[in-house]
């Protein structure tokens, strides 16, 4: 199998001290590092700065947690998907629940950050889920699959999902330290690629759908073990070195394949 993605999104925190003490501290914690594709997501403003800290090593890609859906042009704050590129941003998450939330993205303004994203080359990780009503209401799949997938699939066409990445993150989840029950994870993900494979089944084989939402130490294997996730996006736990790179070391070790 490919190898198992893990990001690690670090929101609105972090400052150069920090950056430098997390990746001295975080390669002396891992142990098999090569057999994960290991994906960080830091403030936008420490982007360059932690490439740097790197020192080029190709162990670690470049995340951002948003973009703009402009190239350039008069919108003041934003950051564009070629600024992301030229620094060497591989990655971009759109679609976050705190960006739909907070600043109030619907589905087309996310559409329009995946349309940008592709047409340069970067990869887009697509945050989709379902708020404690909805999944109450038995409408989870209507909203992550009919509404939110769908949106993109309508505008882009369902091969645009090809070297893209999805991530289920069911809001009522996220930053609470509830995480969803892993069962019920694989039977949404099992959803998701299915609903992708009846508009293209290679699409649907190739697609990645990582689960993220009060990830720790103690629950990383028991969601990644599911035949469909394959990967977590990691929140408050990627902060901390020992947690992150437990996480990190023992997915590395553990062989879908052979469980």
Not at 126 to 138: A, P
Not at 223 to 246: H, M, P, Y
């Amino acid at each position: 199998m490919n190898k198992p993605i893990i990001i690690g999104n670090w929101k609105l925190n972090g400052s150069k001290y920090s950056i430098q003490t997390f990746v001295r501290n975080f390669f002396k914690e891992l142990s098999n590092f090569k057999k994960c594709n290991i994906i960080i997501a830091p403030p936008n403003i420490y982007l360059d700065f932690f490439k740097n800290i790197l020192f080029n090593k190709n162990l670690i890609s470049l995340c951002a947690q948003d973009v703009d859906f402009n190239n350039y042009g008069s919108f003041t704050g934003e950051t564009s998907p070629l600024m992301l590129k030229d620094i060497g941003v591989k990655y971009v998450i759109i679609g976050h629940s705190e960006r739909r939330f907070y600043h109030k993205e619907d589905d087309q303004v996310i559409t329009k950050k995946f349309s940008s994203l592709k047409k340069i080359g970067l990869i887009p990780i697509i945050c989709i889920g379902e708020t404690k009503t909805e999944k109450l209401q038995d409408k989870t799949i209507d909203v992550i699959c009919y509404k939110q997938l769908n949106s993109i699939i309508e505008k882009m066409g369902v091969e645009s999902l090809n070297d893209s990445i999805i991530a289920y993150e069911p809001i009522w989840a996220i930053g609470t330290g509830k995480a969803a029950n892993p069962n019920e994870v694989q039977i949404i993900h099992e959803s998701i690629r299915q609903f992708i494979f009846k508009k293209n089944s290679q699409t649907a084989k190739k697609v990645k759908i990582l689960y993220g939402g009060s990830i720790n130490e103690k629950n990383a294997i028991k969601f990644f073990e599911k035949q469909d996730v394959d990967g977590l996006l990691v929140g408050n736990a990627a902060l901390e070195t020992k947690i992150f790179s437990r996480i990190i070391n023992e997915i590395s070790y553990y062989n879908k394949n052979n469980n």
